[in-house]
């Protein structure tokens, strides 16, 4: 979506208003005139009425009469004071208001997440046009629905000030009257949100429409969540310290047409946090839960990426995601919940690392909630039997009677949710006591009558569409002629699968989710993994870290290569032949030494 046609219409509003400026003096106000109880009044504020709303005061310099005059008009709300004055002489003692000290936007940006929604915003600063309008580009989703962000024009040089910043908002609105979100649609996106803009000799109002939630980063939500939500209420069960990864055994990326990024040989890990929380939680589908403004992290698979994504949010920026009503619960589930969603439900690579990841703070939430059960959502009700991930649960150690299974968005009043302890994305991290939990799984999930290969080869069948590898069963034929098994994990029972893996020295195949069963691996020695360049998935990468084997990644070209310096979803599945004439010689060449 382009934001071209607004940048037009704005261009062609400013040369309009800068020749009025120029011909148009601007009027004087009268003396001891002001604007704001009427605005206030007109706009339904009523502070008597609201004592709980929250109010922000931006302001820097010599602005005492303004900020004493603005907390007397909201006295008895919620008032803050955002200022890089460190000990401002305001009388804020006296009208309850709490100072903050910040010099930046994100400053601002991260004072304001504990401390919103806010219902009022009055940007006392004296600073340009341009200045204003990057305040409000970078603040204004902190206003709940119906908020008001108000710009006091007084005392400025009534020509140059907020004329220009007042005609971009009105045409931002007039061009953003819409609820769809393109991925780089910042200034719709404002504009959709604006209810409307008011301007006069002394004020500049916007008030906002839309929810917008903040989306909650992991390492922050000890800090924001019980300020911005007090509804809802958070107390940490557990946690694990982070720390460093070294990976001794040999990783050796074979060469390649492009750079191979991600497969360093030191990961870090953050601290993991396992929480409950208490309150109306709305657990959608997807791994989404949220509260009344605010998106948590476990919603967020990749939650350490520039810009956590889920699948249910229309994600506006790095902090700010919608949610559409249709997928608001309607009823609620009683009862004390753990969270084992995820974000593509019933895919099995999903299940076996962004799920099994997030077990390892059951023990603990089970021995502080007795009565606590798994909850697990199914896309839509009599989707399928989720047989799959009860038999990982149980194989785990969660009784059957302790897992339940949500069909439609629903609130719940007591979630338990873990930091998972994988994540494949950058910063790439495994803790290493995921290996604990696949070694819990394995021991009553591996079928030990199985019989046993000392080389498999892990194939990929036909009917499937993404990453085709057109030339596998010559690839297939090749291994088989070096001593290696063919092995088609979908075909047998994840018990027996769990068995050939474990049983294995030399594991080769395709790179994807058939080999995450490598987890159950018991005497991996070496993994040889084939896969195609613009393949940036590390998922092998993070389970072999903790398996202490010799690692050896054979690459071929992609019919669709991603753009330069940049990323595609089809070039990620794009279809490709394993390049016999590229490998063959090095691939025979490592097979002779093992």
């Known amino acids: ?44 504020i009523v502070p008597a009425d609201r004592p709980d709303q929250r109010v922000i005061i931006l302001a820097q310099g010599d602005t005492r009469g303004a900020v004493v005059e603005w907390l007397t008009e909201f006295a008895g709300m919620r008032l803050h004071v955002v200022s890089l004055d460190a000990d401002p002489e305001w009388e804020l003692e006296a009208h309850g208001a709490v ?22 915003l009055v940007d006392l600063l004296p600073v340009d046009d341009a200045q204003h309008l990057l305040t409000w580009q970078r603040l204004f989703l902190h206003l709940r629905p119906g908020g008001l962000w108000l710009v006091d024009r007084r005392g400025q040089d009534q020509s140059a000030f907020t004329a220009t910043f007042a005609s971009w908002v009105q045409t931002a609105v007039a061009a953003g009257g819409t609820e769809d979100v393109g991925a780089n649609a910042r200034d719709l996106e404002l504009g959709a949100s604006t209810a409307a803009v008011t301007i006069s000799r002394d004020l500049l109002m916007i008030k906002k429409r839309l929810w917008h939630f903040l989306k909650l980063r992991d390492a922050e939500t000890n800090r924001v969540l019980e300020s911005r939500e007090p509804k809802l209420r958070m107390r940490e069960l557990a946690s694990l310290r982070g720390g460093k990864l070294a990976i001794d055994s040999k990783i050796v990326s074979h060469e390649s047409s492009v750079p191979i990024p991600d497969l360093e040989t030191t990961l ?11 309150g ?13 403004a605010t998106i948590l992290p476990d919603s967020f698979r990749h939650h350490l990426e520039a810009s956590p994504r889920n699948v249910r949010v229309n994600s506006i920026s790095a902090a700010w995601g919608r949610i559409r009503q249709d997928l608001r619960p309607r009823d609620t589930l009683p009862g004390n919940y753990y969270q084992l969603d995820c974000e593509n439900p019933g895919h099995f690579g999903h299940l076996m690392t962004e799920v099994i990841s997030r077990l390892w703070g059951w023990d603990a939430a089970k021995a502080e909630i007795p009565d606590l059960k798994a909850l697990f959502r199914i896309r839509f009700p009599h989707e399928r039997d989720p047989a799959l991930e009860r038999r990982l649960f149980t194989a785990f150690g969660i009784d059957e009677a302790d897992i339940t299974w949500a069909d439609h968005p629903v609130y719940v009043e007591s979630l338990v949710a873990a930091t998972p302890q994988f994540h494949n994305q950058r910063p790439h991290y495994v803790h290493p006591g995921l290996i604990d939990t696949w070694r819990r799984i394995g021991a009553k999930l591996i079928d030990r009558t199985v019989e046993a290969h000392e080389k498999i080869f892990i194939s990929r069948k036909d009917n499937l569409s993404n990453r085709v590898c057109r030339n596998s069963r010559d690839v297939e034929r090749w291994f088989a002629d070096r001593g290696f098994t063919i092995i088609y994990p979908e075909t047998l029972d994840l018990g027996q699968q769990a068995g050939v893996f ?3 020295r030399v594991i080769a195949g395709f790179g994807g989710s058939a080999l995450f069963n490598a987890i159950h691996a018991e005497k991996l020695d070496t993994m040889i993994i084939l896969n195609h360049e613009s393949y940036t998935a590390r998922n092998e990468h993070l389970i072999t870290a903790l398996l202490d084997c010799d690692v050896h990644y054979f690459w071929s070209r992609s019919d669709v290569a991603h753009p330069p310096g940049g990323w595609s979803e089809e070039a990620y599945y794009s279809s490709w032949e394993f390049d016999f004439d590229h490998n063959a010689v090095e691939v025979e060449r490592l097979l002779a030494e093992l």
Request: glycine share 8%.
């Open 1 to 44: 979506m382009s934001d071209e046609p607004v940048a037009k219409k704005v261009r062609a509003g400013l040369k309009s208003l800068r020749r009025k400026r120029e011909t148009e003096p601007a009027p004087e106000r009268p003396p001891g005139r002001s604007a704001v109880p009427g605005l206030l009044a007109a706009a339904g």
């Open 268 to 278: 870090t890990y953050p601290e993991l946090h396992l929480r409950h929380y208490t």
């Open 280 to 292: 109306k939680i709305a657990y959608v589908s997807n791994a989404l839960v949220h509260g009344e």
């Open 502 to 504: 474990a049983g294995a």
């Open 99 to 120: 100072h903050h000290r910040a010099e930046t936007l994100d400053q601002y940006h991260w004072l304001l997440k504990p401390l919103g929604p806010v219902d009022v």
